[in-house]
C-alpha cells in the first residue's frame, strides 16, 4: 500500500477494515427501521424519514461510503436521539458506484433533499430548519448540495463530517477504479475548487484519530469557506474520535459536536 492509498485509507488508523464499523451501520439501522415500524416512510427515490413533532427541526444525513459502498438504511440509526427531542429525521438514498456516477449522486441527493422534506411535511404538516450533515462521501456530497448548488429547500446548517472535498489525489488511489474519474471530472466535482454559493452555517469536523490527509482536507476546506465571505464556519477536531465513530457525536449532546450541530437553528 503506497503512502498515499494509505492517507485516503480511513480504517488504517481504525482497526485496518472498514468492515466491522459498516456492519455496525447496518445492524443498528436495521434496528432503528424496526423500531420505528410504520412510522417510517420511504421516497420513490428510497430516502427514509421518520416525521417528528409538528415544526419541529429536521435533520437530513447524507452516507458515506466513498461513492461505493453502504445506504440510506445504514445512516438510520442517528435518528433515534435526535426523534427522541422531537427532530424529524431523514436518510438519503443515491446509486453508488459503479452504477452511480458522482454528478449523479449530486443531482439524486439534490431532489432526495425535497422529496424527504415533502414527506415529512405531509406526514405532520411542516417541518422548522433544515440540519443537512454528510460524513466521509456523504460530507462532499452534502457540500455540494448545500454550499456549491442551490438547494431546492433552504439549509440553515451543514455539519461535514470527515469529508473529502479536494477529489483530485484520489485520481491516483484504488478508490477511484469504480469511479472512473479523470482530471477534468475530479476537479469539476471538487468542492474546494469551486465557488461557495449557499449561506448555511457550516461545521467542519473530524477526529483526531483521522488520516493526516482527511484532516487536511476539512482544515483547507474550512479555509476556502472562509475566504469565499461565508459568514459562520467552525472547525471541531474530535478527541478520541476515528473516521467511522466521530459520526455518532452529531446525536450526541453530550459531546462538543453534538451541542454545536444540534444547538438553536
Known amino acids: 500500500m503506497t503512502d498515499l492509498e494509505r492517507e485516503y485509507s480511513p480504517s ?10 459498516v456492519a455496525r451501520y ?14 417510517l416512510t420511504r421516497t420513490a427515490g428510497g430516502s ?34 435526535v426523534v427522541d427531542l422531537g427532530w424529524s429525521f431523514a436518510s438519503l438514498e443515491y446509486t453508488i458506484a459503479p452504477a452511480g ?20 411535511t405531509a406526514a405532520n404538516g411542516g417541518h422548522g430548519p433544515v440540519l443537512l450533515a454528510g460524513h466521509s462521501a456523504g460530507a462532499h456530497l452534502a457540500a455540494m448540495v448545500a454550499l456549491v448548488e442551490e438547494p431546492p429547500v433552504e439549509v440553515a446548517r451543514v455539519v461535514l463530517v470527515s469529508g473529502v472535498y479536494d477529489l483530485r489525489p484520489l485520481l491516483q488511489t484504488t478508490v477511484n477504479e469504480p469511479l472512473g474519474m479523470d482530471a477534468g471530472s475530479a476537479e469539476a466535482c471538487s468542492p474546494q475548487l469551486l465557488h461557495v ?16 490527509a482527511f484532516k487536511a482536507q476539512s482544515r483547507a476546506y474550512a479555509a476556502h469557506l472562509r475566504s469565499s465571505g461565508l459568514a459562520s464556519v467552525i472547525e471541531l477536531e474530535c478527541s ?26
Open 12 to 21: 488504517s488508523r481504525a482497526g485496518g477494515s472498514a468492515d466491522p464499523h
Open 240 to 265: 478520541g474520535r476515528h473516521h467511522f465513530d466521530v459520526l455518532d457525536d452529531v446525536v450526541d449532546l453530550s459531546t462538543t459536536l453534538g451541542m454545536l450541530a444540534l444547538g438553536e437553528l
Open 48 to 81: 427514509l424519514a421518520v416525521p417528528g413533532a409538528p415544526g419541529g427541526p429536521l435533520l437530513v444525513a447524507v452516507h458515506g461510503g466513498y461513492w461505493q459502498l453502504m445506504a440510506a438504511l445504514d445512516a438510520l440509526y442517528l435518528a433515534l436521539p
Open 26 to 39: 447496518r445492524a443498528e439501522g436495521e434496528a432503528a427501521a424496526a423500531g420505528f415500524g410504520s412510522r
Open 101 to 120: 456516477t458522482i454528478p449523479g449522486m449530486v443531482a439524486e441527493c439534490t431532489r432526495e433533499l425535497a422529496a424527504v422534506s415533502a414527506a415529512v
Open 197 to 212: 454559493r449557499g449561506r448555511a452555517e457550516t461545521l467542519v469536523t473530524w477526529g483526531d484519530a483521522d488520516t493526516d
